[in-house]
């Protein structure tokens, strides 16, 4: 997944910012997902092109940290340039239930960000209702009249069942 959004650099100069989602080592103590390289974790990385068309290397912008579950795991970041920074909808799986949820994050220059409540800014349903197993976002945040809007979509079932042994 990749959004791209457009940022005013303090020169006045137009410049750009991506983000991706990548696989990097597991931190200790971390879970690999059984659907990628065994050991690696899903992480969102940013580059930044003051063109366009000529970009910098991968750069990690969310990596789980000591105050995620271990099982924790970052699918998409949606951003919107917001007055001082960025706000961004963040996509973040767990591995051991194989749910999917949208988180809030902001930063102040696209590269290092912040998540202030680990919590689901929408809470997933029940299982077998729409979104009871995963949510996550469908663009980038809209700003309309002083408010900001996203769209999501939502599966009723779980990721996958990782324990199946049928073919899928």
């Known amino acids: 997944a990749m959004a791209v959004c457009c940022r005013v650099t303090p020169t006045g100069c137009w410049g750009f910012v991506t983000h991706y989602r990548r696989l990097l080592s ?10 990628v390289s065994v050991g690696d974790c899903r992480i969102i990385v940013g580059r930044t092109s003051s063109d366009g068309t000529n970009w910098s290397g991968y750069e990690p912008v969310i990596t789980p940290d000591w105050m995620d579950p271990q099982d924790t795991q970052f699918m998409e970041l949606d951003t919107v340039p917001e007055s001082g ?9 767990h591995l051991l239930t194989q749910t999917m949820y949208i988180q809030l994050a902001a930063a ?3 590269k290092h960000w912040w998540r202030p409540d680990r ?21 980038s945040p809209i700003q309309h009249k002083g408010r900001l ?6 599966c009723e079932g779980l990721h996958a069942d990782y324990m199946t042994t049928q073919v899928v």
């Open 149 to 154: 809007y996203f769209y999501y979509a939502g």
């Open 26 to 35: 597991c931190p200790p103590g971390g879970l690999g997902p059984y659907d």
């Open 85 to 93: 920074g960025y706000i961004g909808t963040l996509a973040v799986y």
């Open 108 to 110: 102040g220059d696209g």
């Open 119 to 139: 919590r689901p800014c929408v809470s997933l349903s029940n299982l077998g209702d729409y979104g009871g197993g995963m949510i996550w976002p469908l663009q």
